[in-house]
């Protein structure tokens, strides 16, 4: 069936530096996304979202960019801490319907 | 910021018992979820609740599970008799409509 992956399971980068982190979908009714962050033994955490009549969206350090002609989302952190090293999952969201379908995930490792 | 409480936080039991996993989700919200974590993979979606019924359930979600809101605060997962697959992390999630969930940190599920 259709489902949310993920192009790097793992992602180094240097304090300080910017990270990306990459998700392909292939549902194209999906219309709905949200980055999620996992920390050892914590549930998923709510980052970002973004509906499919945007292509960018900012928060605190963080921004989403959707690209639906690839089915392809990323979400990039500024100035990586300490702090962000943790999971992070893209999910995918058809029509506000209630099942969100999550990606493998990508873990973050910052390095001092 | 209000949260999704899970309890137990570890939950051992021998195959074939039942086992009741409770959430209290956030109070203002209307629709309540079960997730599933195998370890190592991606979070899988079982059900969704609302209005006191289930609105929406995965293939995974079969006749050894059942969700309840027996009160006015709490929300559970049963499974009937557990099997070795049983083992997982199980995330409850709540929120007031298709957008931004909260996870609870999980109840850890050994089935020995």
């Known amino acids: 069936g259709e489902s949310v992956g993920l192009h790097l399971p793992t992602l180094s980068v240097q304090e300080g530096d910017n990270s990306i982190i990459n998700c392909a979908y292939s549902?194209?009714?999906?219309?709905?996304f949200i980055w999620y962050k996992q920390e050892s033994g914590k549930g998923p955490q709510f980052i970002i979202d973004?509906?499919?009549?945007?292509d960018k969206r900012q928060g605190q350090r963080v921004t989403v960019l959707l690209n639906k002609t690839v089915k392809h989302l990323s979400l990039q952190i500024a100035a990586t801490q300490p702090g962000d090293s943790a999971v992070y999952f893209c999910a995918e969201n058809v029509d506000y319907g209630q099942n969100f379908v999550f990606g493998p995930g990508t873990r973050l490792s910052v390095l001092p | 910021e209000p949260e999704v409480t899970q309890t137990p936080s570890h939950q051992v039991t021998q195959m074939g018992q039942e086992v009741i996993l409770r959430c209290v989700p956030i109070?203002?919200?209307?629709?309540f979820y079960w997730y599933r974590q195998i370890l190592g993979q991606k979070v899988e979606f079982l059900v969704s609740f609302y209005n006191n019924e289930i609105s929406e359930k995965s293939e995974i979600f079969d006749d050894q599970f059942s969700v309840e809101r027996p009160d006015g605060s709490n929300f559970t997962l049963k499974i009937r008799s557990t099997k070795l697959e049983d083992s997982a992390m199980y995330f409850c999630a709540s929120d007031q409509g298709p957008g931004k969930r909260h996870f609870g940190d999980g109840t850890r599920l050994s089935i020995l």
């Open positions: 109070s203002n919200h209307l629709y």
């Open positions: 549902n194209s009714a999906s219309d709905y």
């Open positions: 973004i509906r499919s009549n945007m």
